[in-house]
């Protein structure tokens, strides 16, 4: 559980944290500002954004479960049977890990209007959420220490559902499209990933990092070429970013 948490925790960390950060300083001004229509585009783009980065990091995860943990902690006293019920404790994890990526966003709309009780107090009720899940799991089936991993993916899941109808609440989210942008990120990611297994199982004989720099490489061109077909907003907001920066540098 705790190497398949690390594995979690770097996609949250690179993209959802990262896009929170730097989105909530524009979320406070707007809110002090009362600014309501541009706190509520700026708060859908920002998720979009995780979205657009968050689903294929999952979709990927899950497709190279294996060959990622052996190319990280396959060394020394972590065999080949660690790295299994490691990928297998990651899987549990995995559905969880979009729910977690947005909720962070969520909170720091929350912050950024000044409420920081709201989010303590959904923290009790996902608390909840795991041991209704986790102790039955557990205690009751043999899926064991599968039952407190998707236990936790119940509390992320629960925290983000509960965070999200608490805000929707005061801050109606609605026309803004994030369910078209979900939809069109859940194809894109599952079409990648799809096509990354393939990869990885034609290279099996490959070393595992091979098999994650091919089909990983592979998985990101696929998804972007997806992304660019299927139109999502995100991808364009961030190609533009990237265009106005490259057109703002200067000439040798």
């Given at each position: 559980m705790r190497f398949a948490t690390t594995l979690i925790q770097f996609p949250l960390g690179l993209v959802a944290s990262a896009v929170a950060l730097a989105v909530l300083p524009t979320l406070s001004r707007q809110s002090a500002?009362?600014?309501?229509?541009?706190?509520?585009?700026?708060?859908?783009?920002?998720?979009?954004?995780v979205l657009l980065l968050i689903l294929p990091a999952t979709a990927g995860l899950a497709a190279l479960s294996q060959p990622i943990t052996a190319t990280l902690f396959e060394r020394g006293?972590?065999?080949?049977?660690?790295?299994?019920?490691?990928?297998?404790?990651?899987?549990?994890?995995?559905?969880?890990?979009p729910a977690a990526a947005?909720?962070?966003?969520?909170?720091?709309?929350?912050?950024?209007?000044?409420?920081?009780?709201t989010p303590n107090l959904i923290q009790g009720a996902a608390i909840l959420c795991y041991l209704a899940?986790?102790?039955?799991?557990?205690?009751?089936?043999?899926?064991?220490?599968?039952?407190?991993?998707?236990?936790?993916?119940?509390?992320?899941?629960?925290?983000?559902?509960i965070t999200a109808w608490l805000l929707q609440r005061s801050l109606p989210l609605g026309g803004l499209r994030l369910g078209e942008a979900t939809a069109k990120g859940v194809i894109a990611s599952g079409i990648m990933a799809l096509a990354v297994s393939g990869i990885a199982t034609l290279g099996q004989s490959w070393p595992p990092l091979a098999q994650v720099a091919v089909a990983g490489s592979a998985g990101i061109a696929i998804y972007t070429l997806l992304a660019i077909a299927l139109r999502l907003e995100a991808a364009t907001f961030l190609l533009n970013i990237i265009r106005a920066r490259l057109g703002r540098m200067p000439s040798s």
């Open positions: 500002a009362g600014d309501e229509p541009a706190f509520r585009a700026t708060l859908a783009m920002g998720l979009k954004i006293a972590f065999g080949a049977e660690d790295t299994a019920i490691t990928a297998l404790a990651l899987l549990g994890y995995l559905p969880g890990l947005i909720d962070q966003m969520l909170l720091f709309a929350f912050y950024a209007r000044k409420n920081t009780l899940v986790a102790v039955p799991l557990a205690e009751w089936t043999s899926l064991g220490f599968l039952g407190l991993v998707l236990g936790n993916s119940a509390q992320w899941i629960g925290h983000a559902i």
